[in-house]
Every structure is written in C-alpha cells, then in structure tokens.
C-alpha cells in the first residue's frame, strides 16, 4: 500500500461518517491533511510494533496501548474540525509518553504506581533527578513544551475557541492542518529516536507486510531508524 492509497482509505472513512466535514471535500490544500495523516499512521504502525514485541512487560504495554489509543481518537477528532479537542489529546498524549519514557530508564527509581500518578511537575523532576534520561533529554524535550502549550489553551478555553454559530459551520470549517502537521512529525522524531534507543525494534521484528509498509510510506531516513536495511 501506498501513501496515496493509505489517505484514500482514510477519506473514504471521512466520507461515509462526516459527509458534510470539510475533509471529506476535494479541494487544493488536501496536501497538509494528507501528511498529517501518514504521520499518525507512521506513529500507529511503531507503537503496534511495540506492543507486540515488549507486550509481555505489562508497565509499558499499557503506556504504549494508551498512545496508541490517544492517535487513534485523533483521527475520529480530525473531522469534527476542533482545535481544543485536537490540543486536549494532544496533551495527553505529550504526558503518556513522557511516562512511556520514564519507564525505560536504566537508571529508575521510581514505582510503576509512582509514574502512573505523577504529575507533570513530578515527571519533569524525576527525569532531571536521572542521569540517564538528563543526558537524553534534548531527545524529548519538545514534549515539554507541547504539554504546556496545550494545557494553556486547555485552561483558557475561550480564547481558543472558535465562536460556533451553527454546528455546520464548524464542520464546514478548515483547520490549519499545517500546524498539526509539524506537531505530529516532532512527536514522530521523538518516537523513532527515544523509542528506538530505549525499545528497538530491529529488521527480525518485520514480517512481509511490515517491511513493505515500511519500504513504502517510511522516508529513507526513518527506515534507517527501524533498521529496515
């Protein structure tokens, strides 16, 4: 399957369950829509992988399930054309893989039952508190930054907010799918660099289907990162 095949797929989801959104429409911008969405499926496709490899080690089967999980309402938001639901996910998912990474320090001293309560604050203290993720957080640390962007818009609705007139309108109206996209590839680098030092998925990971996903949606760069060669 190709890339142009892999948004088909998903506009014709668009299509049958938001008929009147504006993503279900042909128009000229489509191509940002279009990247933002090969960027989740990259995203979707390395968790999966993670799953099933380091599934056994239930502490990070659930964080990469809750990801996982997180994306996944991110296409069902996409066509609702909102920006607080979409930056509200967004957080989340900043926070979960935050936790995500603190479980993988070599170094941790910090209980499972630790990381699930933690607050923001705490996270970002406990991985100064390691030497191990400290040295690794230029890796990560957009994270930071997306989890407290998001949690401004969260905590002031009303100034990001579109004023809704009529319900249509909102799902008439386009997103600035540029932005999202470039939020969505940052996570993705972080993936296929933290996740891939820390939970490596390598070649003998791959069958048929996987290496030709990989060979034909994942850019050259990013196949090196999944060890495809």
Same mark, same amino acid.
């Given at each position: 399957?190709?890339?142009?095949?892999?948004?088909?797929?998903?506009?014709?989801?668009?299509? !049958?369950?938001?008929?009147?959104?504006?993503?279900?429409?042909?128009?000229?911008?489509?191509?940002?829509?279009?990247?933002?969405?090969?960027?989740?499926?990259?995203?979707?496709?390395?968790?999966?992988?993670?799953?099933?490899?380091?599934?056994?080690?239930?502490?990070?089967?659930?964080?990469?399930?809750?990801?996982?999980?997180?994306?996944?309402?991110?296409?069902?938001?996409?066509?609702?054309?909102?920006?607080?639901?979409?930056?509200?996910?967004?957080?989340?998912?900043s926070e979960s893989e935050l936790r995500l990474i603190l479980t993988a320090s070599?170094?941790?001293?910090?209980?499972?039952?630790?990381?699930?309560?933690?607050?923001?604050?705490?996270?970002?203290?406990q991985i100064n508190l390691d030497s191990y993720l400290f040295k690794r957080k230029?890796?990560?640390?957009?994270?930071?930054?997306?989890?407290?962007?998001?949690?401004?818009?969260?905590?002031?609705?009303?100034?990001?907010?579109?004023?809704?007139?009529?319900?249509?309108?909102?799902?008439?109206?386009?997103?600035?799918?540029?932005?999202?996209?470039?939020?969505?590839?940052?996570?993705?680098?972080?993936?296929?660099?933290?996740?891939? !030092?820390?939970?490596?998925?390598?070649?003998?990971?791959?069958?048929?289907?996987?290496?030709?996903?990989?060979?034909?949606?994942?850019?050259?760069?990013?196949?090196?990162?999944?060890?495809?060669?």
């Amino acid at each position: 399957m190709k890339k142009t095949e892999l948004y088909s797929s998903y506009k014709s989801f668009i299509k !049958n369950n938001y008929p009147t959104t504006f993503l279900a429409k042909p128009d000229e911008h489509s191509n940002d829509a279009a990247q933002l969405y090969i960027c989740i499926y990259k995203i979707i496709f390395q968790l999966k992988l993670m799953r099933n490899k380091y599934g056994i080690e239930n502490e990070r089967k659930h964080y990469i399930q809750e990801i996982e999980q997180l994306f996944l309402k991110v296409l069902l938001v996409l066509p609702l054309n909102d920006k607080y639901l979409l930056d509200t996910l967004l957080r989340s998912i900043s926070e979960s893989e935050l936790r995500l990474i603190l479980t993988a320090s070599s170094n941790r001293r910090i209980s499972k039952f630790e990381i699930e309560k933690a607050s923001f604050s705490t996270i970002k203290k406990q991985i100064n508190l390691d030497s191990y993720l400290f040295k690794r957080k230029k890796q990560f640390i957009y994270l930071y930054d997306l989890f407290s962007t998001s949690s401004v818009k969260l905590h002031g609705p009303l100034t990001d907010i579109d004023t809704i007139l009529y319900l249509n309108e909102q799902l008439r109206t386009s997103l600035n799918y540029g932005t999202y996209k470039k939020k969505i590839f940052n996570i993705l680098r972080i993936n296929l660099n933290i996740f891939q !030092n820390e939970m490596p998925l390598k070649y003998a990971d791959y069958g048929i289907e996987e290496l030709t996903i990989l060979k034909n949606i994942f850019s050259h760069s990013e196949q090196i990162k999944l060890d495809y060669y």
